[in-house]
């Protein structure tokens, strides 16, 4: 559901999601019900048949995306954050601004790796209101 919600940016069918995942209709439909239940919430639902099947599902949500591995994790954003520094430093043409990257970068890289951990963490969680 995920890869197909980011192709195609809207709902999907269960017949959809089937084909692409090479499960029966009905073992789809059977963890869609089973997931659909699910709190919070994993993925939206529009519309339903009598016999509980739903018409079309999608717009996964980021604790889906978490769930399933489509989400970046702590150690991903701290990893990008710290090549960013360190590029950043490499390609800087004035040689204060490159000291200071550099530092920066040797404080994340060694005894501030924890503090970068909590700033990649804090980033992946803002889904809180301030």
């Known amino acids: 559901m995920i890869s197909l919600h980011d192709e195609t940016g809207g709902l999907t069918t269960p017949a959809r999601l089937a084909e692409r995942s090479g499960l029966s209709h009905y073992d789809?439909?059977?963890?869609?019900?089973?997931?659909?239940?699910?709190?919070?919430?994993?993925?939206?639902?529009?519309?339903?048949?009598?016999?509980?099947?739903?018409?079309?599902?999608?717009?996964?949500?980021?604790?889906?995306?978490r769930i399933c591995g489509a989400w970046p994790t702590p150690e991903q954003v701290t990893q990008k954050l710290l090549s960013a520094i360190r590029d950043a430093a490499d390609t800087e043409a004035d040689a204060q601004l490159q000291a200071a990257l550099r530092l920066v970068s040797a404080y994340f890289h060694g005894p501030g790796r924890c503090r970068a951990a909590a700033i990649g963490a804090a980033a992946i969680a803002w889904d809180r209101e301030w």
Not at 33 to 45: C, D
């Open 28 to 65: 789809v439909e059977a963890a869609l019900r089973a997931l659909a239940r699910e709190q919070p919430v994993l993925f939206e639902t529009q519309g339903a048949t009598t016999l509980g099947r739903f018409l079309k599902v999608g717009n996964p949500t980021g604790r889906a995306r």
